[in-house]
């Protein structure tokens, strides 16, 4: 398997910039929306990617994206998603599966037509993510 | 991250139907692959299991504590038994609606 550090921090690099964009985006309707966003690397998940908007009103609703790229057997296997962090989907974004066995270059463009997909599938579902992040009703 | 209150630890289940509801994603997790924390058999829901570090309440009480802040940034774990579990998740699948 020849899956570089490299590729995953590219990878990163450019989800970050497109959360970053949504989240600029989000404070134009909510100026005082807390969001940050992680990456983390174990056995399974070579990159798993996180954006999470805090919602304070609630304990476990917070509403996070959530990218990963996960090794299961002699694949790699990518998917994204809006969700509760509590883990019910808000919205099922784009899924794609690429064996580890293909050629870099190859599998390294199946990546980042996997990422040019989850930016547009952020861009389709601002408004979803607008509508939760909308205080309660009273605030 | 177990929330303060969660006593034994972190809540997980062994089959999908009781770890989730319809619509919801699950992480799961290989407690071979677990260091410091063992999954606990509940002698009253043999479905449930519940993770804390042995006997350890004072670092299961600081762990949870982390709960609130580790929402609040998501860049980096706040408590090495966060890192633990997620180093021990081995996959991710969602309970269809």
């Known amino acids: 398997m020849i899956v570089t550090t490299a590729l995953w921090e590219s990878v990163w690099e450019r989800l970050h910039e497109k959360f970053q964009d949504l989240a600029d985006r989000v404070h134009v309707a909510y100026p005082d929306q807390k969001w ?30 959530s990218v990963q790229f996960h090794i299961s057997g002699p694949n790699l296997e990518m998917h994204a998603d809006v969700a509760y962090d509590r883990g019910l989907i808000l919205a099922d974004g784009p899924e794609a599966v690429v064996p580890l066995a293909t050629e870099p270059s190859v599998l390294r463009s199946a990546v980042f037509q996997f990422v040019e997909r989850v930016e547009g599938f952020l861009d389709d579902n601002l408004g979803l993510i607008l509508r939760e992040l909308e205080p309660p009703r009273g605030e | 991250v177990p929330r303060p209150t969660d006593k034994d630890g972190l809540s997980t289940f062994d089959g999908m139907e009781r770890a989730a509801e319809p619509g919801e994603k699950v992480q799961i997790i290989d407690p071979s692959r677990l260091r410091v924390l063992i999954a606990f058999p509940d002698p009253l829901d043999p479905s449930h299991f519940a993770l804390r570090p042995g006997d350890d309440a004072e670092l299961l009480r600081e762990w949870a504590e982390t709960k609130d802040a580790q929402r609040s940034e998501p860049d980096r774990f706040l408590h090495p038994l966060t890192r633990e579990v997620f180093e021990a998740r081995v996959g991710e699948t969602k309970r269809p609606r």
């Open chain 1, 36 to 65: 940050g966003a992680g990456h983390f690397a174990s056995d399974f998940f070579p990159l798993s990617v996180f954006g999470s908007f805090l919602r304070e009103h609630t304990e476990d609703e917070d509403v996070v994206i």
